[in-house]
Nanobody, 118 residues
Framework: QVQVVESGGGSVQAGGSLRLSCAAL????????MGWYRQAPGKQRELVAI???????HYHDSVKGRFTISRDNAKNTVYLQMNSLKPEDTAVYYC????????????WGQGTQVTVSS
């Protein structure tokens, strides 16, 4: 049994910064990817950033140069440093640990609200 716990969300003004953290509590046999997704009101969940264990890091175009994904493998933790935040970044952010051993299995965080005011 794995529990994924997120933290770090909050409310900031445009141009501010937040750092999201997400830790997988319990044993995950293998982590093939760690990623961050977000879902804004009225929109579908979209990929923000993903760190493939073997294929590197990819960002959504809208956050390139502003967000940085990083990981601590020993702690099974993934971070999202968000700088120069914009109102359009407002969303619930979800972290994800993906295990592709048999099929893509996603361990999702509970979501953390990020609100950016103009």
């Amino acid at each position: 049994q794995v529990q994924v716990v997120e933290s770090g969300g909050g409310s900031v003004q445009a141009g501010g910064s937040l750092r999201l953290s997400c830790a997988a509590l319990g044993s995950i046999f293998r982590i093939d990817a760690m990623g961050w997704y977000r879902q804004a009101p009225g929109k579908q969940r979209e990929l923000v950033a993903i760190d493939y264990s073997r294929d590197g890091i990819h960002y959504h175009d809208s956050v390139k140069g502003r967000f940085t994904i990083s990981r601590d493998n020993a702690k099974n933790t993934v971070y999202l440093q968000m700088n120069s935040l914009k109102p359009e970044d407002t969303a619930v952010y979800y972290c994800d640990f993906r295990n592709d051993y048999v099929y893509p299995y996603h361990y999702w965080g509970q979501g953390t609200q990020v609100t950016v005011s103009s």
